[in-house]
């Protein structure tokens, strides 16, 4: 079993996010962190003791049920990271080039590795 991260909450109500960084790659770092904090602020509920195990690779399966929740998590980070309205206008997502990705990140003011993420 591969993973990229968890959350969950302790007995009291804390919670608990757990990083892999399976891969070494800061796009990957911050789709993860942040993706576990949806998860926390989102659809984690005291008082039922529910945990988030990712693994990012299993998205693209077919036939496989994705849970609501996963894919809301995936689509709020993307828009945090890189928002719709700005991808959908940048030229690297039609042409990836190193200076579109270069312009997109300083549009946005992430590093260019964020950008790269997406178009990954």
Sequence with gaps: MYLDGA?????????????TLRYDR???F????????????RHMD????????DDFTLRKLEGRREDPRETQAGE????????RSVWE???VRDR???????????TLHVRPAIVAGRVR
Aim: negative net charge; glycine residues 8%; charged residues 15%.
């Design 76 to 83: 709020w980070v993307e828009e945090a990271l890189v928002p």
């Design 89 to 91: 206008a940048s030229a």
């Design 46 to 53: 005291n008082d039922r003791g529910e945990a988030f195990v």
């Design 26 to 28: 800061i796009d990957n």
């Design 96 to 106: 990836p080039t190193t200076m579109a990705v270069i312009n997109s990140a300083n």
């Design 7 to 19: 959350a969950l909450r302790l007995g009291d109500g804390r919670p608990v996010i757990g990083l």
């Design 30 to 41: 911050w789709f993860c962190l942040l993706h576990e904090l949806a998860h926390v602020g």
